[in-house]
């Protein structure tokens, strides 16, 4: 049986008071934003990409456009991403340029 909760099913004020006074370590300028964590798990993925599918990442054979959103969080993505790959292959060369993908709402 959980002792935290009394027979009513309640905190009790010990507890009540640790939830209360807790501060969540998010700022409001992060908001939006890709995590340490995520910036390592997105390189993980474009590492499990380029394990699967070489043959699409050889940059004698391809040449690489990232597309974005507006959205801040889905460009730091994309550099996660790249980031991962010059890990594997640092003669990945992609030119950063403004290439917004526009959603037909954004559009209007």
């Known amino acids: 049986m959980d002792t935290t909760l009394n027979k009513n ?15 969540l370590q998010m700022v409001t300028e992060n908001d939006n934003h890709l995590t340490a964590s ?13 394990e ?3 043959n699409l990442f050889d940059p004698s054979e391809v040449e690489f456009k990232v597309g974005i959103t507006s959205k801040v969080r889905t460009n730091e993505i994309a550099h996660a991403f ?3 790959l010059r890990d594997l292959r640092p003669d990945i060369n992609i030119n950063e340029e ?11």
């Open 52 to 54: 699967r599918y070489s």
């Open 38 to 50: 995520g910036v390592e798990t997105t390189k993980k993925i474009a590492g499990l990409f380029y």
């Open 9 to 23: 099913n309640e905190l009790c004020e010990q507890d009540y008071q640790r939830v209360k006074d807790c501060k």
């Open 98 to 108: 403004d290439y917004v993908i526009r959603s037909h709402n954004d559009s209007k």
């Open 82 to 84: 790249v980031d991962g």
